[in-house]
């Protein structure tokens, strides 16, 4: 019988801050682990590749996006790998910031194609 990969014990080395933040990166990694089991049948953190981070990234909306990236960043710290992972939401990335009028204000317009 084989035994299902322990998220929790791959992941105890990086995992810092309170007990509900160790709790909800904990949460977070197993959901990314099964989505991406899901999609490519690889249910071992040391057998992806940088693409699949990046897709489960692009799946999430943005209320969920920078929480997803911070626990994604501690699977990339403990896989020693050097992944520069996308830290723009996926319903952001058609926007860019703008200086108004020539004040400091900053707000977010749509950019043309």
């Known amino acids: 019988m084989?035994?299902?990969?322990?998220m929790e014990l791959f992941?105890?080395?990086?995992?810092?801050?309170?007990h509900a933040t160790r709790q909800r990166h904990l949460r977070q990694a197993k959901t990314i682990q099964a989505a991406i089991s899901d999609r490519w049948y690889r249910d071992n953190p040391w057998t992806w590749q940088?693409?699949?981070l990046t897709w489960f990234l692009n799946q999430q909306t943005a209320g969920s996006h920078y929480y997803y990236l911070l626990t994604?960043?501690?699977?990339?710290r403990r896989l020693r790998k050097k992944w520069v992972l996308n830290t723009t939401p996926p319903d952001r990335k058609n926007y860019r910031i703008n200086d108004?009028?020539?004040?400091?204000?900053?707000t977010l317009t749509q950019t043309t194609k």
């Open 72 to 76: 994604s960043r501690l699977i990339v």
């Open 50 to 52: 940088h693409k699949h």
């Open 11 to 18: 992941l105890v080395g990086v995992l810092t801050g309170s």
């Open 100 to 106: 108004l009028n020539g004040h400091n204000k900053k």
């Open 2 to 6: 084989i035994r299902p990969f322990d």
